[in-house]
């Protein structure tokens, strides 16, 4: 494959761009870093819709006191109406932080968090499977090990995708990754 594993993978362009980075020993650790928020984003725009956001909020944030607090019951109702995998895990640790004592938006910042980085492992698993199947295991282990430790240095912009994503700011909250295409932007010298 003169173009690398990355182009036939079965995930978003975002993430093959991520792979693309992370493969070439040439970028650094931080370039891998950036690309991962808006991998995430994108995987959260195309698979979790505005109105289960707006049905989590609404349930999380009533507008008028309750005397009676059904919201993990009703939360845990929403699952039969996830129209994907990532809106069944977002019910799901939505559900999961409400049994851990969070309550109201706090909950839902922290499902949504905890399954962007759910999705992240599954993606990066997907990688490595991928790459064991058409590249020699030094090298896929080398691309997941480089991954894994974006995603780790990554938590501070997933943490502001997480709080997009439950106010319905998603599209704001994704950062923006730098222009490197100048001639004087390329990878660091080591």
């Known amino acids: 494959m003169s173009d690398g594993p ?19 020993g040439a970028h650094g650790f931080d370039e891998v870093a950036e690309r991962i928020a808006p991998a995430l984003a994108a995987d959260a725009r195309g698979e979790i819709t505005e109105a289960l956001i707006r049905r989590l909020r609404g349930i999380l944030s009533p ?3 309750v005397l009676i607090d ?18 069944a895990d977002l019910v799901d640790a939505v559900s999961d932080a409400l049994r851990d004592g969070r309550t109201g ?3 839902l910042v922290a499902g949504a968090q905890a399954t962007l980085e759910d999705r992240g492992h599954a993606a990066i698993h997907a990688v490595v499977e991928h790459y064991l199947r058409r590249v ?14 974006a995603l780790a240095h990554a938590r501070e912009g997933v943490s502001a995708l997480a709080a997009g994503l439950a106010s319905g700011t998603l599209r704001t909250a994704i950062p923006a ?3 490197r295409s100048g ?7 080591p």
Not at 6 to 24: G, N, T, Y
Not at 70 to 87: C, G, I, N, Y
Not at 183 to 189: M, S, V
């Open 70 to 87: 059904d919201s993990r019951e009703r939360v845990a109702a929403l699952r039969s109406t996830a129209v994907s995998a990532m809106e």
């Open 63 to 65: 507008e008028q006191a």
């Open 177 to 179: 990754v730098p222009d």
């Open 136 to 149: 020699p295991d030094a090298r896929a282990a080398q691309v997941g090990k480089r991954l894994l430790d």
């Open 6 to 24: 990355h182009r036939s993978l079965p995930l978003r362009r975002a993430w093959k761009q991520v792979c693309e980075i992370a493969d070439c």
């Open 183 to 189: 001639l004087d932007d390329g990878p660091a010298l």
């Open 105 to 107: 938006l706090g909950a």
